[in-house]
């Protein structure tokens, strides 16, 4: 395999057409909607002591998170994996579920369900434009949930 090759295997091509994508936004605003929510139910504490480190450690998660899974994993079930349910790819599915399960590692339950839905949107993303949006918005929903909880 070529260069160019791996990087669009991995979803790193240079498309940014999803900055003119109206549900790319939808799902800004929407996980700042789910976060106010839980705060209502769950005491929010700010967790930062060092910004510039905060944000360096919640990039270097989001990329490293998004390369891994919606990069190589998902990379890799969509070239044996064809099918869809409901618009969103099987593969993108299995991603998502695997992905809920690496967070079992280090969350509860809950939270680490909680990942499931983050993880079909970031796979949605990859699968319409490139790894790009996956790992912004990762970075996005990884910096209020350790900002605050």
Known sequence: MKYGEYLKFLGLTSRFKFLTDFKFYIVIIG??????????????TAHINNIPYFFITQIYIAATEELLFRGIILGFL??????????ISSANI???VIFSGFH??????L??????????????????????PAIFLHFIYNSEYFLFF
């Open 104 to 109: 079992l590692l280090n969350h509860p339950l």
């Open 94 to 96: 299995l991603t998502a």
């Open 31 to 44: 996980a700042q909607f789910f976060f106010i929510v839980i705060s209502i139910f769950v005491k929010t």
């Open 78 to 87: 969509k070239k044996y994996i064809y099918s869809s349910n409901f618009g």
């Open 111 to 132: 939270w680490a369900l909680g990942t499931f839905f983050p993880a079909l949107i970031f796979g949605y993303f990859r699968e319409k434009y490139s790894l790009w």
